[in-house]
Nanobody
Framework: QVQLVESGGGLVQAGDSLKLSCAAS????????MAWFRQAPGKEREFVAA????????RYTESVKGRFTISRDNAKTTVYLQMNSLKPEDSAMYYC????????????????????WGQGTQVTVSS
């Protein structure tokens, strides 16, 4: 198990921006595929965005397209999620995830695909 640590969450107003970060802790690890998921109270954890090994391919859930941007810094084993035009419905605990599996066609969205998970960082968007 590799520990991933998220940071950057906070309380903002609708329309504001936040940038989340996720870095490996305890071990040096760079997963070929990394992703962000989020979970609101009473809701299932849902896929938000994923990024491939070199950052050249990304995938987003429909509700965040055009507003969120996922990126990575392989040298620092860090993945980021730039969130713009935040809405109250974006409020959730955001989790970083990673897998050693290399995907060359389409990035996965299933929870079970990702082997390593962070503890989460809270994002709250007020109206």
């Amino acid at each position: 198990q590799v520990q991933l640590v998220e940071s950057g969450g906070g309380l903002v107003q609708a329309g504001d921006s936040l940038k989340l970060s996720c870095a490996a802790s305890g071990r040096t690890f760079s997963g070929p595929t990394m992703a962000w998921f989020r979970q609101a109270p009473g809701k299932e954890r849902e896929f938000v965005a994923a990024i491939n090994w070199n950052g050249g391919i990304t995938r987003y859930t429909e509700s965040v397209k055009g507003r969120f941007t996922i990126s990575r810094d392989n040298a620092k084993t860090t993945v980021y999620l730039q969130m713009n035009s935040l809405k109250p419905e974006d409020s959730a605990m955001y989790y970083c995830a990673a897998t050693r599996d290399l995907y060359t066609i389409m990035l996965p969205t299933a929870l079970s695909t990702y082997n390593y998970w962070g503890q989460g960082t809270q994002v709250t968007v007020s109206s």
